[in-house]
């Protein structure tokens, strides 16, 4: 059922002494004392060689290995490198009559490379831990931030045995620790799940386990909307000024208009540059429509003022008024159709 593969090292051992073997003994006479002779050394390195194989499946139907994850904590987000930290246990459950205890071992994790070191180990139960702890890579997407969700995986595969001598199985037990907490986020749904990668012709088993964080609704909005909220209001309210001031109107245009664009700098400071809009990114462009709305008025009344035309600033500044809710209106549909 089971055959032992030569790997490139055995046969270069077997090469380099028999090699060796047949130079120092060119001198023997006889063709059957040389054969007799390549015998015995084989013979001899046999238990050496034994030790340096692998077993593997040759029956066709792979071998089924459990892995399960019990997750401590996790430790750190990085928005800006893309990364996490997480600190967990991981278990494997096989069939040793199956697969050897050696073989589970040789295992890698795809998207990081963290530390482990290995609790408990026992070839007759079948039963393998690790205890791993370690930083972890994952393109984030933004599209929602500051009301984003993000998935934290850890994946990893066998590094020799393809999905057609070596087949994970998700470990039901798997969770989330209850003591998990992470500052600034919700915990939100946990999954271990069983995929197959494909690497050209060849597929290898991926064992993935998932967990959701998720950025509290309230307290986004009191960071990253109310700011800027009551910004655009108090800049709105030069509708209220007399169009005779026009300077002070067009100065506090300005001046708001400033500190929105700092409050947009200082919002993007905290993720990756990304390529494309964000939820953030298409509020800043509804708010600074809207600052273009007013000063584009204010300007126009200051000119009107300069002409004496000051009743038909007046009425302009009252009709301006009136089209600002439906400019808004317009706005914030054009953002929920986004």
């Not at 066709?60 to 967990?88: H, Q, T």
């Not at 967990?211 to 986004?220: A, D, E, G």
């Not at 708010?287 to 300069?306: E, G, Q």
Request: aromatic fraction near 14%; proline fraction near 3%.
């Amino acid at each position: 059922m089971y055959a032992r593969l030569r790997t490139a090292r055995n046969f270069y051992i077997i090469n380099w002494v028999m090699s060796r073997t047949c130079l120092s003994f060119q001198g023997w006479n006889g063709v059957k004392s040389r054969r007799i002779l390549l015998l015995l050394v084989a013979l001899a390195l046999f238990p050496i060689l034994m030790c340096n194989v692998r077993t593997v499946n040759l029956s066709g139907n792979p071998a089924s290995v459990r892995v399960g994850v019990w997750l401590v904590n996790v430790e750190k987000i990085d928005l800006a490198a893309s990364s996490y930290r997480l600190d967990f246990y991981l278990w494997f459950r096989f069939n040793s009559s199956e697969i050897g205890l050696e073989d589970v071992k040789e295992f890698e994790f795809v998207n990081g490379y963290p530390t482990k070191y290995e609790i408990y180990s026992s070839e007759d139960q079948g039963y393998l831990e690790y205890r791993v702890r370690g930083d972890f890579i994952k393109t984030f997407d933004f599209a929602r931030y500051p009301f984003e969700a993000h998935t934290l995986t850890v994946e990893l595969e066998h590094k020799n045995l393809n999905a057609s001598y070596l087949s994970f199985e998700a470990d039901p037990t798997s969770n989330v620790d209850d003591t998990v907490n992470v500052a600034g986020w919700e915990i939100g749904e946990f999954e271990a799940s069983v995929t197959e990668h494909s690497y050209g012709d060849e597929a290898y088993s991926r064992f993935v386990f998932s967990i959701t964080l998720k950025r509290p609704v309230i307290s986004s909005f009191i960071k990253s909307v109310l700011p800027i909220a009551v910004i655009t209001t108090i800049s709105l309210l030069a509708f209220a000024i007399s169009p005779q001031n026009f300077a002070q109107r067009i100065g506090l245009g300005v001046t708001t208009l400033m500190s929105a664009t700092a409050f947009h700098l200082a919002l993007l400071s905290g993720i990756p540059p990304v390529g494309y809009l964000t939820l953030a990114d298409r509020m800043m462009l509804a708010i600074y429509a809207i600052f273009l709305y007013n000063l584009s008025a204010s300007v126009y009344i200051m000119k009107l003022v300069d002409a004496k035309k000051t009743e038909e600033a007046q009425k302009f500044n009252k009709k301006a008024l009136k089209i600002l809710p439906i400019i808004i209106i317009a706005l914030m549909i054009t953002q929920l159709v986004l």
